[in-house]
C-alpha cells in the first residue's frame, strides 16, 4: 500500500487508514490516475463541466460496473441481479474487505519509453467517477462524498459508484467508533458478486495506466477505405473497445470503453461453448431496441460471425452481437456474455450513431496489438503486390497464371456456391483485355495459427461509371497469398 501511494504522489492520506485496510481500494484508484500521463488534467477538465454529458478523460471507464452475471434464463425474459443496497454498502466494516483486494491487485504505473495516449472522451458517468477519484487523491473527501452522492443518485444501478460512496461514507466514521467485523468480511471475500467487481476494477484501472502508444493502431488494421469512417477493435484481456475515427489522414482513436466477453472467455469454437470469437468482422445491421427484449438494453449490432474463416476451420454458432445492459445494470463484469460483446447503454448509444451497416469493420482479439503507421504502409504494400498482380493476370486472359491465385476449394458466396473453375471463365470473361481501376481499397490483417487477409475494394472498368464491390479472404501458404473465399457485394 505505502509503495501504491508513494508512486501515486500522495504523500499524506486525507484519513487514518484503519489496519490499512479501509479505503485501500479508492486510495489506490486515486494514486494511479494522478501517476498517468494527462489523467489529473482529463479529472479536473470533468470537475469543472460536470453539467456536460461528457468530459475529456481516456482510460479508465473506471466507472462503470454491474457484477451480476446474466443467464441465458435472464435473456429470456427474468432480470439479472442489480448488486448491493445502498444501505448495504454504507456498512462501517464490510467494504473494507472488498477495499483491501482491490489495492492488493493494483500496482504502480510502469515506466514506459513510449508516449501514451491522450485520455479519450468518456460518458458522463464515468467522467464524473473519475472526478471523484482525483477528489479524494487530493485530500478532498468532503467535495468527493458529496459528489459520488450524487453520482449514484442520478445512476442508482451504478455499481462501482455506490461502492465508492460507501467507503466515502465509512471514512467519516471515526476510528474509535470502527467495529471491525470479521465474519462479515470473510464473507464479502469470498462472495461472488464482490469478486467480479474486484476484477472489473482492475481491468479499468489496467486500462487506465496501460494507453496505447500514440500515434499507433491495431496490427489488423492496415488500410481502411474512407468510405468506413469508423473501425472498432476489442481488447478482451483489457475489457476494452476501442473507436476510431477514419479520415484520408487515417485512422484516429476517439473514444474507449469497458466492455465484457463471454463467460468462457474468448476464441469461440462452437455453438453454446460461452466464448466471444475472435477474428476480423463487419457489423450486418442495427436491431430497434423496441423489437428487443430489455436484457439487450439500447440496442444491438450483429457481426457476420462465422466469417468465411472461421468455417472454413469448421466453427459453429451465431447470434454475436454488441448490445446493451438491462435497465437495472450499468454494466457487466468482465465474463460475463454467452458470447456476446456487452457495453452500457450510454456508451452503446454513441456507437449507434456512428457505425454504417456493412461497412464498419470489428476486431475481436485476445490482446491487441499496436503498430505505428509506417509499420502498417509497409504490410500494405506487400499485399498490395498480389492483389496487382491477381488483377493482370486477368486482364491477360492468361487461365493458368489466374488459376495459381486460387485455392482448389476457392468458392463465390451466392445463393448456390459457385467453384473455382465457374469462377475464372466468369473472371476471364468479365475482366479480359480490360483496363481496370481499384479504388476504395480496406486491408484487415488476421494472424493465428495462419496467416489471413480480408481485402474489400471497388473496381470500374475504363470507360464505364459503374463496376463491381467485392470482400476478398486470402489466406498466405508456402510464403504465397491464396484465394479461398470472395463475396460480390454489389
Not at 478523460?57 to 435473456?75: D, H, I, L, Q
Not at 459508484?161 to 469470498?190: E, K
Not at 460475463?336 to 451497416?357: E, F, H, T, Y
Request: glycine share 8%.
Amino acid at each position: 500500500m505505502a509503495d501504491i501511494v508513494r508512486h501515486g504522489r500522495l504523500q499524506t492520506l486525507p484519513f487514518p487508514l484503519r489496519s490499512g485496510k479501509l479505503l485501500a481500494a479508492l486510495t489506490a484508484a486515486s494514486a494511479l490516475l494522478l501517476a498517468t500521463p494527462g489523467a489529473a488534467l482529463a479529472a479536473n477538465n470533468s470537475n469543472s463541466s460536470s453539467k456536460s454529458a461528457t468530459a475529456k478523460t481516456s482510460g479508465t471507464k473506471a466507472a462503470k460496473a454491474g457484477g451480476s452475471r446474466a443467464s441465458a434464463k435472464e435473456a429470456r425474459g427474468g432480470k439479472a441481479s442489480s448488486g448491493a443496497s445502498k444501505t448495504q454498502l454504507q456498512a462501517k466494516g464490510k467494504r473494507s474487505a472488498v477495499a483491501a483486494d482491490n489495492a492488493g491487485a493494483t500496482r504502480p504505473a510502469r515506466k514506459t519509453a513510449r508516449t501514451a495516449a491522450p485520455l479519450q472522451e468518456a460518458s458522463g458517468a464515468e467522467a464524473r467517477l473519475i472526478g471523484v477519484y482525483e477528489l479524494f487523491g487530493r485530500g478532498k473527501t468532503r467535495e468527493a462524498l458529496a459528489k459520488a452522492q450524487t453520482l449514484v443518485r442520478d445512476h442508482p444501478n451504478f455499481q462501482l459508484a455506490q461502492l465508492v460512496y460507501g467507503d466515502l461514507l465509512a471514512a467519516q466514521v471515526p476510528p474509535s467508533n470502527a467495529m471491525p467485523d470479521t465474519a462479515g468480511i470473510a464473507r464479502l471475500r469470498g462472495n461472488p458478486a464482490m469478486v467480479e467487481l474486484h476484477e472489473e476494477s482492475r481491468r479499468r484501472l489496467q486500462a487506465l495506466r496501460e494507453r496505447p502508444p500514440a500515434g499507433t493502431v491495431p496490427s489488423q488494421f492496415l488500410t481502411l477505405s474512407t468510405r468506413s469512417r469508423f473501425a472498432i477493435a476489442v481488447d478482451a484481456s483489457r475489457s476494452r473497445l476501442y473507436l476510431f475515427e477514419n479520415s484520408d489522414k487515417g485512422l484516429k482513436l476517439v473514444a474507449d470503453y469497458y466492455i465484457s466477453v463471454g463467460k468462457s472467455g474468448t476464441d469461440k469454437a462452437v455453438e453454446g461453448d460461452a466464448r466471444t470469437p475472435l477474428g476480423v468482422y463487419y457489423i450486418t445491421s442495427s436491431l430497434d431496441p423496441r423489437s428487443l427484449k430489455d436484457f439487450y438494453g439500447a440496442g444491438a449490432l450483429p457481426i457476420n460471425y462465422p466469417n468465411p474463416y472461421d468455417v472454413r476451420r469448421g466453427k459453429t454458432g451465431s447470434g454475436i452481437w454488441l448490445h446493451g445492459t438491462p435497465p437495472q445494470q450499468f454494466a457487466r463484469a468482465p465474463l460475463a456474455s454467452d458470447g456476446c460483446v456487452v457495453m452500457a447503454n450510454p456508451d452503446l448509444k454513441q456507437l449507434l450513431r456512428k457505425v454504417q451497416i456493412g461497412a464498419t469493420p470489428v476486431v475481436t482479439a485476445r490482446s491487441l496489438q499496436w503498430i505505428s503507421q509506417p509499420q502498417a504502409e509497409k504490410e500494405t504494400k506487400k499485399f498490395a503486390d498480389s492483389i496487382a498482380a491477381w488483377k493482370d493476370a486477368r486482364a491477360s486472359g492468361n487461365e493458368a497464371q489466374l488459376k495459381k491465385f486460387y485455392l482448389p476449394d476457392f468458392q463465390r458466396a451466392s445463393r448456390k456456391p459457385v467453384d473455382a473453375d465457374a469462377v475464372l471463365r466468369d473472371e476471364l470473361t468479365y475482366a479480359q483485355g480490360k483496363r481496370v481501376q481499384i479504388k476504395d481499397t480496406s486491408y484487415l490483417h488476421w494472424r493465428d495459427t495462419e496467416d489471413t487477409m480480408v481485402a474489400t475494394f471497388g473496381e470500374v472498368f475504363e470507360g464505364e461509371k459503374n463496376g463491381r464491390t467485392r470482400r476478398q479472404y486470402w489466406l498466405r501458404q508456402g510464403g504465397e497469398w491464396k484465394l479461398f473465399h470472395e463475396e460480390i457485394l454489389g
